[in-house]
């Protein structure tokens, strides 16, 4: 008889979370409920391959803040997976951690618009483009029509989001209130901790 894990489809969506925003709490609740994914893990990359970022914070506290983000949300998960793996964090690394540590679950790879056209270019890309369907949010300024050669690539039709991580930043840096942007319980925390104020 089939385990309840055997049929789960789960979207992945990597990121340095730096700090995780409301456009990537929408991006996952949306492919979460609106797809036929039965979850979203959110994983909390220590060290994004292509992105030298001068503030980031260490990664158990992004993880933190992801956690109370996404708490009391059953479809959304945290995972710290990439923690104790060789840095960079390698996305085809970790994928093949995970189908090893949940074998009968299907992993689907969400990436919002703006990391589309890089894909080739990650590694293990080939596999990446043979072996997963890619769910893809679409992001202000970037097309979404950039890999014809990638036929398992679907894109959602979904509100656009103009929120990002740099700008949550630099809105604390400038010491501009940064409500609404992150949920409160998020917002509290960084300011409490001080994190990139100035
Ligand atoms: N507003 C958004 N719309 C669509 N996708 C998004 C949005 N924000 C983040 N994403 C996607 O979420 C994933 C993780 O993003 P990441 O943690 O790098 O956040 P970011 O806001 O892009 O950060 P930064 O501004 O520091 O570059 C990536 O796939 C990214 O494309
Ligand atoms: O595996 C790769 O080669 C690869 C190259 C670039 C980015 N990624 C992953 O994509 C996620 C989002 O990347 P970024 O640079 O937008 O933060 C991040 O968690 C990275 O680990 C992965």
Redesign the pocket.
């Known amino acids: 008889m089939a385990t309840p894990e055997a049929s789960q489809r789960v979207g992945l969506l990597?990121?340095?979370f730096?700090p995780i925003h409301t456009g990537h709490l929408i991006l996952a609740n949306f492919m979460a409920t609106r797809t036929d994914l039965s979850a979203v893990w959110l994983?909390?990359?220590p060290?994004?391959?292509?992105?030298v970022e001068e503030e980031l914070l260490p990664e158990a506290a992004r993880l933190s803040l992801v956690e109370l983000a996404i708490a009391g949300n059953d479809r959304l998960r945290a995972l710290d997976v990439?923690f104790t793996m060789p840095r960079?964090?390698?996305?085809?690394?970790?994928l093949d951690e995970l189908r090893r540590q949940h074998p009968g679950t299907e992993f689907v790879l969400i990436?919002?618009g703006?990391?589309l056209a890089?894909?080739p270019?990650?590694?293990?890309?080939e596999r990446?483009r043979t072996e997963l369907d890619v769910y893809v949010y679409p992001r202000p300024g970037f097309a979404v029509d950039v890999l014809p050669d990638w036929p398992r690539v679907r894109v959602v039709e979904a509100p656009l989001l103009d929120i990002s991580a740099t700008f949550i930043r630099h809105s604390l840096q400038a010491g501009a209130s940064i409500r609404y942007l992150v949920p409160d319980d998020v917002a509290q925390e960084i300011e409490a901790k001080g994190y990139w104020q100035r």
């Open positions: 990597f990121g340095s730096n994983v909390v990359s060290q994004s391959p292509f992105k990439e960079p964090s390698y996305t085809i690394d970790t990436t919002g703006d990391n890089g894909l270019r990650w590694k293990g890309a990446l």
